[in-house]
């Protein structure tokens, strides 16, 4: 086994279609069906309310989010244990952020 590198200014990132104006890359996948990714939502996109059956950890590495009632700015760092419901996400201006998640992706609220 070998070391695995990535250049992420190299990534493509995917549309999500249930989230118009959000795309991602997954970088890997830590643990089955979970997830080390970026995503970027565009200004004035947002993601509903959801949870996960599994911790997940977020990194703002740009841009200013809003989750709940707290404005997110680059440099902070989010984690939500298992089975808390978290969001709506609101990106206030172009958002990039790294995801690691440990487990399946869960239920969005429509």
Not at 10 to 18: A, G, P
Not at 44 to 62: C, W
Request: proline share 8%; with cysteine.
């Amino acid at each position: 086994m070998s070391q695995v590198f990535k250049d992420t200014k190299d990534q493509i990132f995917e549309k999500i279609d249930f989230l118009p104006g959000s795309g991602w890359c997954v970088l890997s996948e830590p643990v089955p069906s979970g997830s080390i990714h970026k995503l970027r939502m565009a200004a004035g996109s947002s993601i509903p309310p959801h949870t996960h059956p599994a911790d997940e950890y977020v990194l703002v590495l740009s841009g200013n989010l809003k989750t709940g009632d707290r404005i997110c700015e680059a440099g902070t760092f989010l984690k939500t244990p298992a089975g808390t419901r978290q969001g709506p996400h609101e990106a206030i201006t172009d958002v990039e952020i790294l995801t690691i998640r440990l487990g399946p992706s869960g239920t969005f609220e429509t």
